[in-house]
């Protein structure tokens, strides 16, 4: 079984910072792409920013040069530094991962979401 934890959402006013943290415990053998999505009410959820086990990134155009994924391996955790915050950036954050264990081949796993509110 694996878990995936977040941390780090609140209200914060535009144009600051926010620090979201995903932790993946478990029966882990090796944990892939992990990435952060969000959604927002009545919208679709999507793709927020994404890194590979090997650092690549990739970033929604909405957010890039103001949000910055990383990555720390050896404690199998993504965080989302968000900086500049808008209104819009307003939405539930999940975190996701493509994990290997012990039991079951590769399948993407989810986090429980973290409410992240930005006030104008």
């Known amino acids: 079984q694996v878990q995936l934890v977040e941390s780090g959402g609140g209200l914060v006013q535009a144009g600051g910072s926010l620090r979201l943290s995903c932790a993946a415990s478990?029966?882990?053998?090796?944990?892939?792409?992990m990435g952060w999505y969000r959604q927002a009410p009545g919208k679709q959820r999507e793709l927020v920013a994404a890194?590979?086990?090997?650092?690549?990134?990739n970033y929604a155009d909405s957010v890039k040069g103001r949000f910055t994924i990383s990555r720390d391996n050896a404690k199998n955790t993504v965080y989302l530094q968000m900086n500049s915050l808008k209104p819009e950036d307003t939405a539930v954050y999940y975190c996701?991962?493509?994990?290997?264990?012990?039991?079951?081949?590769?399948?993407?796993?989810w986090g429980q979401g973290t409410q992240v509110t930005v006030s104008s």
């Open positions: 890194i590979t086990s090997g650092r690549d990134t």
């Open positions: 478990g029966s882990i053998f090796r944990v892939n792409r």
């Open positions: 996701s991962a493509d994990v290997s264990s012990f039991s079951s081949s590769l399948r993407v796993y």
